[in-house]
Nanobody
Framework: QVRVVESGGGLVQAGGSLRLSCVAS????????MGWYRQAPGKQRELVAI???????NYADSVKGRVTISSDYAKKTVWLGMNSLKPEDTAVYYC??????????WGQGTQVTVSS
């Protein structure tokens, strides 16, 4: 069993910052990638940022320059630092963990609300 738990969401004013954390636990052989996705009401879930075990990162165009993903795979942890937040960043943010030989695992999500 693998468990993925996000934390760090909350309510912030436009222009503010938040740092999300995600920890994976359980039977984990090797993590290939960890990343963040978000889903706003009435919209599809979309990629925010993802990193792999080779150090490659990929960011959505809408967050480039405002968001930084960092990870420590030995600790099975990934963080998402977000600055200059906008109301359109409001969404539930989900952590995805890709485990070699096992599959994709998702957390329950953490709500981020940016007020104007």
């Amino acid at each position: 069993q693998v468990r993925v738990v996000e934390s760090g969401g909350g309510l912030v004013q436009a222009g503010g910052s938040l740092r999300l954390s995600c920890v994976a636990s359980g039977t984990i052989s090797r993590i290939y990638a960890m990343g963040w996705y978000r889903q706003a009401p009435g919209k599809q879930r979309e990629l925010v940022a993802i990193s792999d075990d080779g150090g490659s990162t990929n960011y959505a165009d809408s967050v480039k320059g405002r968001v930084t993903i960092s990870s420590d795979y030995a600790k099975k942890t990934v963080w998402l630092g977000m600055n200059s937040l906008k109301p359109e960043d409001t969404a539930v943010y989900y952590c995805r963990t890709v485990i070699i030989g096992s599959g994709d695992y998702w957390g329950q999500g953490t709500q981020v609300t940016v007020s104007s």
